[in-house]
């Protein structure tokens, strides 16, 4: 079968051509505004307008029972800082965060080193290649998690013991931190120690009474968007050029990921990476309608994996309708060796259907993608042999499933091929 290789124009003049006009890029003249420092703690209701740029200084907490309110077209830049002292945005429990940005007015968060100005989709001085110029967005609820000796809580990663604030988990599902609509996360993460780094959009326990939807993240120097426990659902997300995992799923997550799109570059790791409960409660994910584009290009000392997916930690859930598009012959699907996914998988409680793969050159025989490190599972067979739920096909033109793309006209993604001369 006729192969393919992926350059990164290619990969973003796809997602620029499907964008539709619903989706258009933002039209909004420039504003220029007042820079407004924020820090410490948010304790009463505050609304930031797109007539100021917000800087947080240090972590700034939206305390339980203050709602913060950010109005389209809003752009936000978090204080240069690493590890401890990266900048963040963080809505603890019970605190609300309502920022619904538009196709048309997207809410930034960013660095203060990038020039962007609220009406512009792209910024002037920084690229794909910027990492770790501040922290992130957390955002904490009171829904279940599955944690490690069946705690009722725990501190988000990213957040040093002893801060006051972070912690995540309860017992209400229906929990709502609020609406997040529109929203563009940039060339943050700051990594804390081992296994503890602030990601692009960190969601801790948070509830399906929150409304989250349209999220694009670039840059993040570690995971896209992760999620810890919790039962929200989140649609039409695109990550672009992450350095660790594109969307990373923990600790028994409930709640529905849908219409993704993901964009890997030389130095991203894995597209999905998912673990299962730490403690004896369990929830069932379900991820759906996927598109992952991994780079070809030549390894070096700071290339990643380049995966397409791991399944670790007894990870449990419904996995469909997922496109694989370009990689290595490395860039695999596959379940890790451990007992309780092998369990999981054989007990029908992580399941997987209609995947499509356009493998790249070098692969001559997809059943070297779809593994199983532990052998414990009939996975490559159930993918690969006859009537298996893998199909490959010669070209992204001949696929039939995957993310919607058209819905990411209003990201910096869709500009891409123009903007960053790919």
Known sequence: MKKIILSAVFIASIIMASCSSDDALPVVPPVVGEEITISGSIDEDQTWSKENVYILDGKVVVDGGATLTIEAGTVIKGAEGAQTQASALIVDRDATLNANGTAEEPIIFTTVLDEI??????????SVNDRGLWGGVIVLGNAPSSFEGDATEELIEGIPAGSGFGLYGGNDPSDSSGNIEYISIRHGGANIGEGNEINGLTLGGVGNG?????????ANLDDGVELFGGTVDVSNIVVWGVGDDSVDIDQAYSGTVSNVAIVMTNVS???IEIDGPEGSATGMYTLENVTIFSDDSAENGTSGKR????FRSSAMGTNKNILLVGGLPTSNFTLQDNQGVADNYNAGNLTFSDIEIVPSAGVADISTLFTDSSGLTTFQDDAVGQNGFVTE???TA????????GVFGWTWVSVAASALGF
């Open 210 to 218: 929150t409304v989250i939807n349209h999220i694009e993240v670039i």
């Open 117 to 126: 100005v609220s009406g512009e989709t792209v910024s002037p001085n920084l």
């Open 307 to 310: 995966e397409f997916a791991q």
């Open 393 to 395: 096909r010669s070209s």
């Open 398 to 405: 001949d696929a039939t499933i995957g993310a919607n793309l």
């Open 269 to 271: 790791d894995h597209g």
